[in-house]
């Protein structure tokens, strides 16, 4: 039996006196003849977060999720339920609206089984009292002092530090019996600044799978106040941006929002199995140039994305999306693997037990090429130099997707010239990757602050990439 | 409902009178609680089937002009102890704050009408099933190059909530939210697109037709295939009702009380000055029977009342809760929790109207991407929608973004349409403005 096991079955059944035998007894229950698959989901977790604005701690707050959902598929077909209270005879009604979805059937014995947990990407940790809450004000103060010491025309800090404690555990009549202990922090800095009637905005920030030392470690949280009002400065010089068709270079780690949107989701199992995707039916196809490897990779140590396992208790893996250009791989969680007949990648995440499991992503990177940044750069003679992004959206049937620039440049004769202000870039997937036409060799990640919404449900993801040319997006600027 | 009305009520009184325990000189808390059904059919067959069950439980707690929250989805005894020693435990740590605390007792609402919020939808799992089929086969029948289809979803939620603080105020109350909507995908040689269509009421017999809404989204999707770029260009710009309804949140974000103080807002010290054109009247409704976002108190438990945002284009009121009102040296507009029921009025021209008098220039039917900057109010988006010439629809277009700043646009509305938007708590019809900029080819 693993520790996370124990540790979860502490600290969510005991309190409410449930056993494995209980959990055992309530799968043989959902099992049964039209059942493919049945899974029990616990969870319990704790949230933390503070805010500082106008130089004082304004506000804290905590917050409790806990509860348990229960899924029942049998062939397409999926029954749901799930409750906040933990005892045995409220799970089993829930249990019994989920079942609902397959007619008939005799229960059958199940007996789950731990299984080894191979390896530890973060420690199972609680980072809300990892930092006193004298320290933890001490801290959100001096990034404030840090960021309003940078420059007078700085107006308005707003600091905010959020921690979370998730405990799950995960059981299903396969026999899988798996659980996690997930910390998960992020520090955040938004600052205005102000130059005559002119106000700009520029926020920064970071998080990990760690306790709350981590910011300060390597001058991690001053750092975010300093970039944050580097940004904000740079956008108060910002001339109008240009519109039209041109190249773009887009900067290392946060922008890799580009995969996210123009791969990323379209290669999800369950927008392929429907057949919904631009990217469906196309394994094996050329769908992005030559020069691009994308890879989700869960099982980066310490990441905001990484998971040791997904919520279906499957480890996560590093999976290839795309290889020189080529389609290799979707995304799977263990239901839309089992209608493709194919294995779960360990991508099948819920935002908590109330909402059911899906295939997600986790980090999602582009491999280094061999350009140096510089190079990428001298080679484009008018364009858009991108460093900067807001959020992103992506329409998965037309492969249409957009993110929005919130820090960029103008390129004029290859070399970086004006900030330009923010604008919203606009290509189709599947086309905008077969026009990358050079790949850094600086692969960048993000600084851990990613979040990632589909269907209603949010999960934290990470992405990353080195510099790369597109050599043609649509910026929308008002330039013409 | 009644029974389940009082349980709540009794627990917030607990909750308040726990929090007056543990030393706080204030306390407001919040409950709610809701369940409902929510299922989708896909090709004709069920997909999935999701009961849901939420509670909710919320707790501020002021020791003087300190202040400490905490909420919890578990409403065993054990978590709210939690809850209550950790929002009173942070207030220990948190600034002393001279603009903190409970709304001004004078201001609580002392009139609670039934404002008609609850109508459960009795139906069985077995009618809910065959209404969502009947919308999705409408949708797939419609015309061959509809392929695919991502199904027909039906949600029926009611719920319950409970506010209550330590002035005194208690208030609480009932209500449902039923919809209906379908999303399908359409093909054409290599185009394919997909589009959807929506019901929303807080009546289940006042929705739109099963049929109905799945014929829209069925249209919807056709109309888009074989979309197009067009080059850059400027043009006048026609939104269409339900996404201009993003332009006037987007407007009411500006006035918002903590944008204005943060300073973070492209409308600051805009009160009393022309924003709109004069022919432009805001107001919000907040008693509306049956509104979508009626209440008679918001969430500090200030009583709500009509309010008028823009008269003939200029701007009246911010919108305000107490704690941004104090920052402002004003007075709150009873909009903690945002605006309830606004609208804005329109001209005497539908949509093709509209059309008409723009006579060149580009439908929007959808924004993609979050390209709106509230501190300045640059705004640049991407947008599918039709080419128009001669006042009328030529072509679908795609993969094109608009850029422009929203004080020019708001300033630049030439007509709000007839087409009234009502399935959300901010409604208007189209929008003409008069031009933007297009980048394309």
């Avoid at chain 2, 090709?43 to 909420?71: C, M, P, W």
């Avoid at chain 2, 319950?160 to 449902?176: D, E, K």
């Avoid at chain 2, 021209?349 to 993609?368: A, F, I, N, Q, Y």
């Avoid at chain 2, 705004?379 to 020019?408: K, M």
């Amino acid at each position: 039996m693993s520790d996370l096991i124990q540790i979860a079955q502490e600290t969510i059944l005991a309190p409410v006196g449930l056993v494995e035998q209980d959990l055992d007894r309530m799968l043989g229950e959902l099992t049964g003849s039209g059942v493919d698959a049945a899974d029990l989901y616990f969870q319990s977790s704790r949230l933390e977060s503070w805010v500082l604005e106008d130089g004082i701690i304004k506000e804290g707050a905590h917050n409790i999720e806990q509860g348990a959902g229960i899924r029942v598929i049998s062939g397409e077909k999926t029954g749901f339920a799930y409750s906040d209270e933990l005892q045995l005879p409220t799970l089993q009604e829930a249990a019994r609206a989920a079942r609902a979805i397959a007619r008939s059937g005799a229960d059958q014995s199940v007996h789950i089984a731990g299984m080894p947990v191979s390896r530890q990407l973060y420690a199972p940790v609680n980072p809300l009292p990892s930092l006193s809450e004298i320290e933890k004000i001490d801290l959100l103060r001096r990034v404030d002092n840090e960021a309003r010491q940078q420059d007078s025309r700085v107006k308005q800090v707003i600091v905010s530090l959020v921690g979370a404690h998730d405990v799950i555990l995960v059981a299903a009549i396969d026999g899988t019996l798996n659980a996690d202990v997930r910390p998960l922090i992020r520090l955040n800095v938004h600052v205005i600044v102000e130059q005559g009637s002119r106000r700009e905005q520029g926020s920064s920030g970071g998080g990990a799978r760690e306790n709350f030392d981590y910011f300060l470690q390597e001058d991690r949280a001053l750092g975010y106040a300093r970039e944050a009002v580097r940004q904000a400065l740079v956008n108060l010089e910002a001339v109008d941006a240009p519109a039209g068709a041109m190249p773009v270079v887009l900067g290392p780690g946060w922008p890799g929002v580009l995969l996210h949107e123009a791969v990323g989701h379209g290669l999800e199992g369950d927008f392929n199995r429907k057949g919904t995707s631009a990217f469906s039916g196309r394994m094996g196809e050329q769908v992005a140039a030559t020069c691009c490897t994308v890879v989700d990779d869960g099982t980066l140590p310490g990441r905001r994305g990484s998971l040791n396992i997904d919520d279906e208790g499957t480890s996560s893996q590093n999976t290839v999306l795309i290889e020189k250009g080529i389609l290799k791989g979707y995304m799977q969680d263990k239901h839309n693997a089992r209608l493709m007949k194919v294995a779960s990648t360990g991508n099948g995440r819920r935002e908590s037990y109330a909402h059911l499991p899906m295939p997600r992503m986790t980090n999602t990177y582009m491999l280094p090429g061999e350009h140096v940044p510089e190079e990428i750069i001298a080679s484009v003679d008018k364009g858009l130099y991108a460093v900067n992004f807001g959020g992103g959206q992506v329409d998965i049937t037309s492969g249409r997707f957009v993110f929005s620039a919130s820090e960029a440049y103008l390129i004029e004769d290859g070399k970086v010239t004006r900030p330009v202000k923010g604008a919203t870039l606009i290509g189709n997937g599947p086309e905008a990757m077969t026009k990358v036409s050079m790949v850094g060799n600086d692969l960048k990640l993000d600084a851990g602050v990613g979040v990632c919404g589909k269907e209603g449900q949010s999960v934290p993801v990470g992405v990353g990439q080195p510099t790369l040319k597109v050599d043609e997006l649509i910026v929308g600027g008002t330039e013409q | 409902m009644e029974k389940r009305k009082s349980e709540l009520q009794q627990l917030v009184e607990d909750l308040l009178g726990e929090a007056k325990q543990q030393g706080a000189s204030a306390a407001e808390a919040a409950v709610s609680s809701d369940a409902g059904l929510s299922l989708t059919v896909r090709l004709g067959e069920t997909e999935t089937i999701e009961h849901t069950r939420d509670n909710g439980l919320g707790v501020t707690v002021y020791f003087g002009q300190r202040k400490g929250s905490a909420s919890t989805s578990d409403l065993s005894p054990q978590a709210i102890r939690e809850t209550v020693e950790a929002a009173c435990n942070f207030a220990r740590y948190t600034s002393e704050d001279p603009c903190s605390g409970l709304a001004d007792a004078h201001l609580m609402a002392t009139d609670l009408p039934d404002l008609q919020l609850y109508h459960p939808w009795k139906q069985s799992v077995e009618q809910a099933i065959d209404l969502a089929i009947r919308c999705e086969t409408a949708a797939r029948e419609l015309d061959p190059r509809i392929i695919n289809s991502e199904g027909a979803t039906l949600n029926s939620h009611n719920g319950l909530q409970v506010y209550g603080n330590t002035h005194g105020f208690i208030g609480g109350y009932p209500s449902s939210r039923h919809s209906l909507s379908c999303a399908v995908v359409g093909k054409q040689d290599d185009s394919m697109q997909r589009d959807y269509w929506y019901t929303l009421s807080r009546q289940g017999n006042q929705l739109e037709s099963p049929e109905h809404v799945g014929k829209v989204a069925a249209q919807r999707t056709i109309a888009r295939l074989k979309a197009r770029q067009i080059p850059t260009q400027q043009a006048p710009v026609v939104f269409q009702a339900d996404v201009a309804v993003g332009l006037l949140r987007s407007f009411i974000g500006a006035i918002r009380g903590s944008a204005l103080y943060r300073k973070a807002s492209f409308l600051l010290d805009h009160l009393g000055k022309p924003v709109f054109p004069e022919f432009v009247d805001i107001h919000e409704e907040p008693h509306l029977p049956m509104g979508l976002a009626s209440a008679s108190y918001d969430s500090e438990g200030v009583a709500t009342q009509r309010r008028n945002f823009i008269k003939n284009g200029v701007l009246e009121s911010y919108v305000l809760d107490s704690y941004a009102a104090r920052k402002l040296a004003m007075q709150t507009t009873g909009n903690a929790g945002g605006v309830r029921n606004l609208r804005i009025n329109s001209g005497g021209l539908d949509r093709e109207g509209l059309l008409k008098k723009m006579d060149r220039g580009l439908l929007v039917t959808e924004l993609m991407g979050q390209g709106v900057n509230m501190v300045t109010g640059d705004y640049s988006r991407g947008v599918a929608g039709f080419w128009v010439e001669d006042g009328a629809v030529q072509y679908p277009v795609e993969e094109i973004t608009i850029a422009g700043n929203l004080r020019d646009m708001m300033l630049g509305l030439q007509e709000v349409g007839t087409d009234l938007e009502t399935r959300s708590s901010v409604q208007t019809g189209s929008w003409l403005i008069d031009k933007m900029m297009i980048a394309g080819e």
